[in-house]
Every structure is written in structure tokens, then in C-alpha cells.
């Protein structure tokens, strides 16, 4: 016996056992699975890469459909404008996206996560690669497990070169929403792309890389914070992917051709299929984990598995905490969708969806700000006029040149001396200097309150008003 454990044995503190708190990652295989909401899935991908690869090459009155330009302060989404004054719709976007996600989780729990998510798009894709080069999921087990070969080597340099191909063209496409992506491709041959393009491009590229090439259900079980408060938006009239132990249970394998109930067994065959097409490999059998995040590929394996036993499909199924203890019909749970708190999120989205459409429609393409000369507040001028030196910042929001007509009102006898009326070109701001006149005598010493209108002349409902102050010595 060492003198540890004799210690121990005299009555000695127990010695401090030392215990990691990394778990080293095991590598996911899933295997490949067809049906119903794979079909979403990949319809999804399709989607929603078309809509990100595809947007910026559109054109939108002889420009970039959509494009923020940051060093312009200028975002163009189609036929819309806008400029760092609108930063209200951007705000209304977030919150109308927020929302979105309460009620769709609400609902059916993480809708998002498992159709809509980049995360999930982008890993479904690097995954199909991996499988054209490398094959399907035992041959995938066995690469990894054989020694460096010749093979394996050249197998593994194609898949990780296609990998860095769609995650450069990735992150070319992102820097194209804020550079011109035709001017960006120019640039690409003749090595001329600006420092911060090449940055932006490089880092997007590796984000991609890594996080579907390599980290995949690492980024949802660790880095995500949804995974970690989604608990927070279910209740038990949430539909979520769940596994029916009535039904199930006890699970055992069997063959075919025998009676499960004569063998004392559920449905369940043990098959593990709904483990191994899982991207995040947890068993559903288990119960509902923050892991899951909602693709239903576990629905379309098991009931490929009932297909073939001739057992009813939906074993596995979205259903209700509710809907699965009270043994509830299909039109039961639907019922309940439609509950005080989906409703509620329901209107609060619509009432915010509604009050930025209206605002966008309503929207007047002309922004003016006033600026007081700081040098010559007020001043006598020939022929004892009073005169106040302004600055007035047109933003011509529209993509159409606009000549406007300048005027002020809130003093008799106010008006604007020299040329009142400026061209501004399509989609411009300009500064232009403002002097204004009134008579002596017609008021008292003073501030007062004045109002600067800007009209548009070939559209009069095109008009924009803003407060200032004339001052009087």
C-alpha cells in the first residue's frame, strides 16, 4: 500500500481528484435520410442560397438592386433609399425578426433553427459535399479510422478545396452587399481588391469554413444562446419533435414477420436510425435536449424504418406535450394553436408589420436639416433689411433629379433673398446657404420661431418643413 492510500485509510482528506471540463468532441457522421421534411430542407437551401447568392448580382434602375453602401451612407433595397436618417426601419426590421421567432417558436418550436438557420444551410451543404467525395456514412467511419494513405490524403484535399471555394464565394457575396459586386469582380483578377475587402472576404470565408467544415453541432450545443433560452418560449401546447414511449416501448428488435405485442414489445425496433441521421447525435428517445435543434431528420428516418416494418408511421412525430399524454387527435393539437399567447404575439407582429408598411408608403422622399450660420447670427444689410445666414442639407431621397423651391413663413414680410430654387440630382444630398430677409420693424427683438418649406416643383405632394429661429437685434 503507497502512502496515499495510506493516509486515506488513517482518516487522512481524500486527495484532490483532478477532472477536465472539456469534453473532447466526437466526430458526427449522420447518415443520409429522405422524406417529407427533408424535402423542406433542401428546398430551403435552395432557397435561401439562391436569395443570398442571387441578390446582389440584380439590377434595379441601372445599379445593384440591393447594396449598402457604407461609405456613401446610402442603402438601396430595390426602389427604396435609404440614408443614416432611417435608421428606424432598420430597428422595426430587428424587431419585426424578433417577433417573427417568438411566434414561429411558439408554435412548433425551433422552426428557424432547423430549415432557415445559416448554421443549419450551410453544414446541410459542406455535408453533401463530404458525402459526394467521401461517400456515405460507413465509408465516411472507415476513411477516418484508417491510417494517411495516398487515398485518403487526395480524398481529403478535395473535400476541404471545395469546402474553401463555397466559403470564399461566401464571404465574395457578402462583401458584395457592401462594395459594387461587378466592381469586385474586376477587381478579383487584377489583384486590386482594397484592404478591407480582402479582410472581410477572408474572415467570412473562415467563419463559414470553420463553423460548417469543422465545429457544425458545436456552434449550436456551445456558441448558439437560442439553444440555451428557447425552454423560455415553449409550453406544452408548443409542437416539437418528440418520441411516443407509449407506442414505443418496451423497444427491442424483432423480425419482421412477428407480432410485436405477442412478444410483449412496442413498436420501437431499436434500429438506432433516428441516432444516426441526427446532425447533433442526441437519441429523441430520450426525451426533448436543448441539442435538438428542430431538423426533423429523426421523423423521415423513423418512419422509413415503420414503412418497412408495416408498423403506422409517427412514431416519431411533431406533436404536443399535451396532445401526446392526452392521446389527443391531430385536429385537437391544432386546436390549441391558436392560443391566448400565439395570438397575442400574432397581433403585436401584424400591428408592426402594418405601421411600416403604411410609414414606408407614406414616406416622403425629401429630408431637410437646418443649420445656423454661427458666424453672422443676425445682421443689418443694404437697405436696413435684417438678414440670417442659414444652411439647409436637401436630401433628395428619391433616384429621379428634383428641383425644389425654397420658402419661409412665421414673420410678416419673411423672405428669401437671391435664387430659392435648387436642383438637387437623383439619390444626393447638397448643402446649399440660405439668406433670409425681413423688413425693420416688423417684429420685436428677439428670437422667433420660423419654418423652412421644401417644396419639390414637378411633384407638389413631394414636401418637407423644418423649424428654425430668425433672430432680431
Not at 37 to 61: D, H, K, S
Not at 409 to 428: F, I, K, M, N
Amino acid at each position: 500500500m503507497n502512502d496515499n492510500n495510506k493516509r486515506a485509510v488513517a482518516g487522512a482528506p481524500e486527495a484532490l481528484v483532478e477532472q477536465s471540463l472539456y469534453e473532447v468532441r466526437e466526430t458526427i457522421h449522420p447518415r443520409a435520410v429522405t422524406g417529407v421534411f427533408a424535402g423542406w430542407r433542401w428546398g430551403m437551401v435552395w432557397f435561401t442560397q439562391l436569395l443570398y447568392y442571387g441578390l446582389p448580382w440584380m439590377t434595379w434602375n441601372h445599379r445593384q438592386a440591393v447594396l449598402f453602401d457604407l461609405g456613401a451612407r446610402k442603402f438601396y433595397v430595390f426602389g427604396l433609399v435609404f440614408w443614416p436618417q432611417d435608421f428606424i426601419y432598420l430597428t422595426l426590421l430587428l424587431v419585426i425578426a424578433a417577433l417573427s421567432l417568438f411566434l414561429f417558436t411558439a408554435v412548433a418550436g425551433r422552426l428557424f433553427c432547423g430549415y432557415a438557420c445559416p448554421q443549419t444551410v450551410y453544414t446541410e451543404i459542406f455535408m453533401w459535399i463530404e458525402s459526394k467525395v467521401e461517400g456515405n456514412r460507413n465509408k465516411r467511419i472507415l476513411l477516418d479510422r484508417r491510417p494517411f494513405d495516398a487515398r485518403k490524403l487526395a480524398l481529403k484535399a478535395i473535400k476541404h478545396a471545395l469546402w474553401i471555394a463555397v466559403a470564399l464565394w461566401t464571404g465574395f457575396t457578402f462583401v458584395g452587399y457592401f462594395t459594387s459586386i461587378r466592381d469586385l469582380w474586376a477587381a478579383v483578377p487584377a489583384m486590386a481588391l482594397g484592404p478591407w475587402e480582402s479582410f472581410w472576404i477572408a474572415f467570412y470565408g473562415f467563419a463559414t469554413y470553420g463553423n460548417a467544415g469543422w465545429m457544425r453541432e458545436q456552434v449550436c450545443k456551445y456558441m448558439c444562446p437560442y439553444a440555451r433560452f428557447q425552454s423560455s418560449m415553449f409550453d406544452r401546447d408548443t409542437m416539437i419533435i418528440t418520441y411516443d414511449p407509449d407506442r414505443g416501448e418496451p423497444r427491442g428488435g424483432r423480425r419482421r414477420t412477428l407480432d410485436p405485442k405477442a412478444m410483449g414489445l412496442g413498436d420501437c425496433v431499436d434500429c438506432s436510425i433516428c441516432v444516426q441521421v441526427c446532425p447533433t447525435g442526441i437519441d429523441i428517445r430520450d426525451g426533448l435536449q436543448y441539442e435538438c435543434i428542430g431538423c426533423a431528420a429523426c421523423i423521415d428516418g423513423c418512419n422509413q424504418v415503420m414503412d418497412r416494418m408495416g408498423y403506422p408511421r409517427g412514431l416519431i412525430r411533431y406533436s404536443t406535450t399535451n396532445a401526446l399524454q392526452g392521446g389527443w387527435s391531430s385536429r385537437q393539437m391544432l386546436a390549441r394553436a391558436f392560443r391566448p399567447r400565439v395570438l397575442v404575439y400574432a397581433m403585436i407582429l401584424g400591428a408592426i408589420i402594418l405601421a411600416a408598411g403604411v410609414s414606408l408608403y407614406l414616406r416622403v422622399p425629401l429630408k431637410v436639416d437646418v443649420i445656423r450660420d454661427r458666424v453672422s447670427l443676425s445682421r443689418e444689410v443694404e437697405g436696413g433689411m435684417i438678414e440670417n445666414i442659414y444652411r439647409l442639407q436637401i436630401m433628395n431621397t428619391q433616384e429621379v433629379t428634383h428641383r425644389y423651391r425654397i420658402s419661409a413663413a412665421g414673420l410678416p414680410s419673411l423672405r428669401v433673398a437671391g435664387e430659392d430654387v435648387v436642383e438637387v440630382p437623383a439619390a444626393t444630398s447638397m448643402m446649399v446657404p440660405i439668406r433670409l430677409h425681413m423688413e425693420p420693424g416688423r417684429s420685436g427683438v428677439g428670437s422667433h420661431r420660423i419654418e423652412f418649406v421644401v417644396r419639390a416643383i414637378e411633384s407638389e405632394g413631394i414636401v418637407a418643413a423644418e423649424k428654425s429661429v430668425f433672430l432680431v437685434r
